[in-house]
T-cell receptor
Framework: DAGVIQSPRHEVTEMGQEVTLRCKPI?????LFWYRQTMMRGLELLIY????????DSGMPEDRFSAKMPNASFSTLKIQPSEPRDSAVYFC??????????????FGSGTRLTVV | AQSVTQLGSHVSVSEGALVLLRCNYS??????LFWYVQYPNQGLQLLLK??????LVKGINGFEAEFKKSETSFHLTKPSAHMSDAAEYFC??????????FGKGTKLSVKP
């Protein structure tokens, strides 16, 4: 398996523009997570899905952020409109069904977003 | 609710010295615990995980961690640090919803 694939690796955009980040999880994984990492706030969970259904979006900072998972092999995180404070590295991760299991996450390489 | 606390946001050791990164957890149920490593400009990689099978867990790159229930700890160690170990290390506990709850991370620097 190629692992969790994120695109693009780097994105530079102007304030006010729409940004779409993409993620392809590992085939067969039931959970998908979106994280944001900054120097100031560390690693923050934004939202996660189980079997394509959003379970907890309490970490989404504001209405400008939205995430979808139309099928088991694809998810997007959209920011509209983008602001300079959204500049961060965004990670996607996937996992097998957890429940009482011991599965960890597999992370993608991240998308480094810069909003100017 | 589950949580982890990593003591020390920065740790610096000399090459060849012992590495000790501290993690304490809080959990109302037997925990599943993890250590992840993040090298510069990369995603997080799983170092090792505790699943209740054995209290001493060995991971990749010579790292190991010991689960101590009495101390609610899961500290990460490596007998001899290498320059390539310089990275940020995250402790995590499995939450009740199946998600991982991460600590704030510890940056390890290795001096020549």
């Amino acid at each position: 398996d190629a692992g969790v694939i994120q695109s693009p690796r780097h994105e530079v955009t102007e304030m006010g523009q729409e940004v779409t980040l993409r993620c392809k999880p590992i085939s067969g994984h039931d959970y998908l997570f979106w994280y944001r990492q900054t120097m100031m706030r560390g690693l923050e969970l934004l939202i996660y899905f189980n079997n394509n259904v959003p379970i907890d979006d309490s970490g989404m900072p504001e209405d400008r952020f939205s995430a979808k998972m139309p099928n088991a092999s694809f998810s997007t995180l959209k920011i509209q409109p983008s602001e300079p404070r959204d500049s961060a590295v965004y990670f996607c991760a996937s996992s097998l069904y957890a429940g009482t299991g011991s599965y960890g996450y597999t992370f993608g390489s991240g998308t480094r977003l810069t909003v100017v | 609710a589950q949580s982890v606390t990593q003591l020390g946001s920065h740790v610096s050791v000399s090459e060849g010295a012992l590495v000790l990164l501290r993690c304490n957890y809080s959990s109302s149920v037997p925990p599943y615990l993890f250590w992840y490593v993040q090298y510069p400009n990369q995603g997080l990689q799983l170092l090792l995980k505790y699943t209740s099978a054995a209290t001493l867990v060995k991971g990749i790159n010579g790292f190991e961690a010991e689960f101590k229930k009495s101390e609610t700890s899961f500290h990460l160690t490596k007998p001899s640090a290498h320059m390539s170990d310089a990275a940020e290390y995250f402790c995590a506990v499995k939450g009740s919803q199946g998600n991982l709850i991460f600590g704030k991370g510890t940056k390890l620097s290795v001096k020549p």
